[in-house]
């Protein structure tokens, strides 16, 4: 298993600052053996948790130009329909993946197509499991048009913790499916909104896997 990229900033200052912490407690108390070695447990799971943050596992992808595979590791916390009102403006089928703070914060493709819309909408940290976060939070809106002429949108969103959304995608661009669009860091969720009829593949609460889970079929217009 390999770092990704965009943790090489985050690393580095979580071992600068865990030098830095270890080398003023053990110039300031000596003595305490105790709560030096406290430290170092401490700084220890620190290190490995910002670790897991960042990690970045080889996974094999199978395309398919009738699925929508899932774009994160997570949790799906909703199917509905609702009133996309952003781009498409119009009635879709949602389907969101929570990302909690232990999965792969990668984000891929969900379909291969071209880019039509990309969007950066600075705003709020709610919690990611709240109803406002999709349209409130600080997010990114990306569509990609298959060869079918099948529109999917789809947005990252930040969370409480996550401050910072990477996304690769431009307007104009091919995308592959399955292929990394971005990164969120420290977790949040993933938003689709599906055409109306798409057949969906995953229920409430189950457990997904970016690049891998197929989350529904698209019909063909």
Known sequence: MTIHKEGYTSIALCILFVFVLNAVVQYLLPDTTWFIWTIYILS????????QFFRSPAINVTRNDDHVICPADGKVVVIEETEETEFLKEKRIQVSV????INVHI????ISGIV???KYHPGKFLFAWNPKSSTENERTTIVIENKS?????????AGALARRIVCYSKEGQESIQGEEFGFIKFGSRVDLFLPLGTDIKVGLGD?????ITVLAHLNKP
């Open 116 to 118: 039509k819309y990309y």
């Open 107 to 110: 984000n891929r493709n969900p």
């Open 149 to 157: 002429g099948v529109s999917v949108l789809f947005r990252q969103i």
């Open 207 to 211: 457990t997904v896997k970016g690049g």
């Open 98 to 101: 929570f990302m909690s703070p």
């Open 44 to 51: 220890f799971a620190l290190f490995v948790i910002i670790l």
